[in-house]
């Protein structure tokens, strides 16, 4: 079967830095997408990787590793507003999306 | 970019009704698609909806639950079916205008239906 998976939920000091790991098994790859969700709120796009390596934006860089089935968000200089849920989606051979259940992030001061 | 305008935001209803969530969009958009997405849970693909066409449904849905309509490139309704409290849930419409399907999805609000 295809599955995603990622930590439930990860704490983190305003101002440091996180890593949110997101491992994956599917049929196929066509890339992998980062998106924050706010309760309450609709997901937002964060991220999409294709290729191998790092892709940086800003405070947040999303790493992927086809062969290893790996990927991670890293969100720098931490700021309340982040404490969100992450979530980790890949697109299969069929361009079918398959999601994570997402990563609650809690920012402490 | 587009922008999603989803109602209900919320309801709450009896079991055995139905309910009717829309889904509008400010420009054309080549693939629309309903998600639902319950507490602590992955987002959960219900169907793609089709322009002019029955929607494809995925795998444990079904059209007599969740009807759906797409009109035309803008807008679309999802139909919630005689709902039993397993129907509870945030239910979301999502867009892609990558013409080819496979670029970044843009959601609305969501409807948080809660049947009692």
């Known amino acids: 079967g295809q599955n995603i998976d990622q930590p439930t939920e990860m704490t983190a000091t305003e101002g440091a830095i996180v890593q949110i790991n997101c491992t994956y098994q599917?049929?196929?790859?066509?890339?992998l997408f980062w998106y924050q969700q706010h309760a309450g709120e609709a997901p937002t796009f964060l991220s999409y990787?294709?290729l191998d390596g790092l892709e940086e934006k800003g405070r947040f860089s999303s790493f992927l590793s086809r062969s290893k089935g790996y990927s991670y968000l890293l969100l720098k200089e931490l700021q309340m507003k982040d404490s969100a849920s992450y979530l980790c989606?890949?697109?299969?051979?069929?361009?079918?999306?398959?999601w994570g259940a997402g990563t609650k992030l809690i920012i402490k001061p | 970019s587009a922008v999603i305008s989803q109602k209900p935001s919320r309801d709450i209803c009896q079991r055995g009704t139905s309910l009717t969530i829309q889904c509008q969009v400010d420009?054309?958009?080549?693939?629309m698609f309903w998600y639902r997405q319950q507490p602590g849970q992955s987002l959960t693909l219900i169907a793609t909806?089709?322009?002019?066409?029955?929607?494809?449904?995925e795998s444990g849905f079904v059209i007599d639950k969740f009807p759906i309509s797409r009109p035309n490139l803008t807008f679309s309704t999802l139909t919630v079916s005689n709902m039993s409290p397993e129907d509870s849930s945030i239910y979301l419409c999502?867009?892609?205008?990558?013409?080819?399907?496979?670029?970044?999805?843009?959601f609305g609000e969501g409807s948080r239906l809660t049947v009692l």
């Open positions: 999502s867009v892609t205008i990558d013409r080819e399907g496979t670029g970044e999805l843009f």
């Open positions: 420009s054309q958009v080549t693939m």
């Open positions: 909806a089709n322009q002019g066409s029955e929607a494809t449904y």
């Open positions: 599917t049929s196929g790859f066509n890339g």
């Open positions: 990787n294709v």
């Open positions: 989606a890949v697109m299969d051979s069929n361009y079918q999306l398959i």
